[in-house]
């Protein structure tokens, strides 16, 4: 199982010194029952420095040192212990500064689209907007449990348990949340273009996106459950650390129906929803005409890059490290730490993609553009010393000629 | 049979890559593959385990040798059982010998 939750690896490689003897404790004899911990306790010695072990004793001893060679027994190597320290040193730098640079950025942006949307006081008017502030709200939450992380790498967790399960089901609901949103705002997008299309649907009902939000919710704190029931903060290496780890007691029927709905509700319906409402909308945009396409068309290309380019690499490093696992493939210690390491630098980048959410999504849009600028006037336009002496709207474009244009145009200003 | 298989390796890779707090996995020390030819118990002087539980995904017991060298051993082996039960008792007899 891979550990999830705060796995973040501990400061310190517990190095036993030669001479150090400690006692079994009494849950040696039962050690895969009792919680057998690695640190401290766990190193049973069987003989002093100097005494060698009973069988050992009437060997003849030929050789120029003690004779208990086990180079001299093994042909071939034997499987050791893989000390991952040199990737434990470089984890414990990037992975507190990118939490700490994404929550920065991710509480700035989504506060400040949040901020913006409140100022306004504008009814939710389409549903992209609606599922947009959500998504805001879900990134805002997210960045609030990185500085947790982020200390949790640090200097350990020594916020307990009951708070581990807490920030871990937060993170989870609000990452799982996250993605369902962009598969919500795509899957809007796409609809408002069609419905511009003369034969396209009629508008929905107002309350639905609100609906569909509530939805989305609920289904990520069904998908944080995990998270939120097995998180624990373990001891590893002298140090808490809040992750988690799924009891072995655990029936094979639980866990095989929260990994499929993991795999159907959390992954695969957002990507599929999102990849084949960008295809048909960039479809459609490619067959529109008219000076806004463009625009329209650039942020289409901006969010796809995106997610190409930060969401992809960690998809394909963990799509590599699952079919290692599913094959049993034994890697060589130096590959298995060069896996590692990918897997925490896509990490990152997946992770400031949760940062950059409102830079792709709210701030390239006119309207939260127009709203920034009234909230930066302090929310007053009539009395303000502007000739125009009201709000800039967008202008309608009555220039452009076909409706198409007009509407799909419309759909890009939230 | 096929979708079955398909299912369950996503199933899995939902399982093992739900989103890690941090983005990213922890690099822990752990066997990556345990040894099937049993080790002679006279070369090893101590021993630990490292399960699922430690964050390690083959779970083992890890010999120290007298040389230092930290073996992976399979957990639920009779030769392993062995080994540990001789070292639990040295370390008692070591015990009552030292106070």
Known sequence: TRPAGF?????????????????????????????????????????????????????????????????????????????????????????????????????????????????????????TSAHLLQLALADLLLALTLPFAAAGALQGWSLGSATCRAISGLYSASFHAGFLFLACISADRYVAIARALPAGPRP?????????????????????LPALLFSQDGQREGQRRCRLIFPEGLTQTVKGASAVAQVVLGFALPLGVMAACYALLGRT?????????????????????????LQLPYSLALLLDTADLLAARERSCPASKRKDLALLVTGGLALARCGLNPVLYAFLGLRFRQDLRRLLRSGSCSPGPRPRGRCPRRPRLSSCSAPTETHSVSSWDY | MQTAAALL??????????????????????????????????????????????????????????????????????WVDRIIRRLQKNTAKNKRHSS
């Open chain 2, 9 to 78: 390796t996503l199933s899995l890779l939902i399982l093992w890559t739900s989103p890690a707090l941090g983005g990213a996995n922890d690099a822990e020390d752990c066997c990556l593959s345990v040894t099937q030819r049993p080790i002679p118990g006279n070369i090893v002087r101590a021993f630990h385990y490292l399960l699922i539980k430690d964050g390690c995904r083959v779970p083992a017991v890890v010999f120290t040798t007298l040389r230092g060298h930290q073996l992976c051993a399979p957990p639920d082996q009779p």
């Open chain 1, 285 to 309: 945009l490619l067959a529109a005409r008219g000076p806004e396409r463009r625009r329209a068309l650039r942020v289409v290309v901006a969010l796809v890059a995106a997610f190409v380019v």
């Open chain 1, 7 to 127: 796995g973040l690896p501990g400061p310190t490689l517990l190095a036993p010194a030669p001479g150090t003897h400690s006692s079994p404790s009494p849950g040696f004899l039962r050690p895969r029952q009792a919680g057998y911990r690695r640190a401290g306790d766990t190193w049973c010695r069987a003989d002093g420095s100097r005494r060698p072990p009973p069988s050992a004793r009437f060997r003849v001893s030929w050789s120029p040192y003690s004779g208990y060679d086990e180079e001299a027994y093994s042909a071939e190597p034997l499987p050791e212990l893989c000390y991952k320290a040199d990737v434990q040193a470089f984890s414990r730098a990037f992975q507190p500064s990118v939490s700490l640079a994404v929550a920065a950025l991710g509480l700035a942006g989504n506060g400040l689209v949040l901020a913006t949307h409140l100022a306004a006081r504008r009814a939710v008017r389409s549903p």
């Open chain 1, 204 to 224: 929905s009902a107002p309350g639905r996106a609100h609906v569909v939000s509530a939805i989305v919710w609920l289904l990520s704190l069904l998908l944080a």
